[in-house]
């Protein structure tokens, strides 16, 4: 069972650079950095990137698991979500956060993604937003 688990992770890090629904944001990225390791069996750790422009705005990303179904869709992996988190104050440098998802092992191998949502907040007002998924080649330590 866990050897599914291991093989499921491990076509997560395989997985092409998926295109992103939206124009791709300048400057965001989103890779897996923490893959079934000894230290942190049966989980997933996802770690992100966004600008810290424009100066001032508030700084938001919501990280989310997903498997491709038998239809080849990208689907959310339920209770896969870490909500809106707030990661910082724009002030010109890049911000990095992640979040991690600890899973059962699944009766039989899956293929998984994370993806990551940007949001930049001035007041009630939403001057960028973004997304991106997991990329190839990524390797967990």
Not at 49 to 67: D, E, H, I, K
Request: charge should be positive; glycine fraction near 10%; charged fraction near 25%.
């Amino acid at each position: 069972m866990r050897i599914a688990l291991v093989g499921a992770l491990l076509v997560l890090l395989l997985l092409p650079a998926s295109a992103n629904a939206r124009k791709k944001e300048r400057g965001v990225w989103a890779t897996v950095n923490v893959c079934d390791t000894a230290k942190h069996p049966d989980t997933v750790g996802i770690r992100a990137s966004m600008p810290g422009t424009p100066r001032g705005a508030r700084l938001f990303m919501r990280f989310r698991v997903q498997y491709r179904n038998g239809n080849g869709n990208w689907v959310d992996v339920k209770d896969a979500d870490s909500g809106w988190r707030r990661v910082g104050t724009g002030r010109g440098s890049a911000v990095e956060s992640g979040w991690s998802f600890s899973f059962a092992k699944p009766a039989k191998a899956v293929t998984l993604r994370g993806v990551v949502r940007f949001r930049w907040r001035r007041g009630d007002a939403l001057p960028r937003h973004a997304e991106a998924a997991t990329e190839s080649g990524h390797r967990s330590s």
